[in-house]
């Protein structure tokens, strides 16, 4: 599996979180139950959606902070759709956490808001990750 297919995974698995309102306490037995429903055993992929899934929720705050603040006065977080939360979660850590090129998270995306979101989800998704890496001085 590719790495646009482990995030895409990784991506279906936090916006469950989203829809379910799962309490972190349950992430792990979720995420088992996830990835064997899947039929996912590759151990790259279940780092990745372990690290993301479990760095998201150590650095909750900050993130939805940075999220937040690239918000027009006219929006609030939860006025977002699961979808759009979920892509800009995962994006943000990656930009802020992992320090991943920038260019390949905006675009992989941007790319997740093309196939699940609505029709302005990836204009919207890249206009907030680049204000995030304008603000955070990230070249």
């Known amino acids: 599996m590719n790495r646009s297919e482990t995030r ?3 991506f279906e698995f936090i916006y469950s979180l989203e829809i379910l309102k799962t309490e972190p306490s349950a992430y792990e037995e979720q995420m088992e139950l996830f990835l064997e429903n899947r039929g996912i055993c590759e151990e790259n992929v279940i780092e990745y959606v372990k690290d993301v899934v479990l760095g998201i929720e150590t650095n909750k705050e900050e993130i939805l902070n940075q999220i937040n603040e690239e918000l027009s006065e006219k929006w609030e977080i939860t006025r977002l759709s699961k979808i759009n939360l979920a892509i800009l979660k ?3 850590y990656e930009i802020l956490y992992k320090k ?4 390949v998270v905006v675009n992989e995306a941007v790319e997740l808001a093309k196939k699940y979101g609505d029709d302005n989800s990836s204009s919207f998704i890249n206009g907030v990750l680049a204000s995030i890496i304008k603000k955070n001085h990230i070249e």
């Open 8 to 10: 895409k995974v990784a």
């Open 90 to 92: 995962i994006a943000t």
């Open 100 to 103: 991943l090129p920038y260019k």
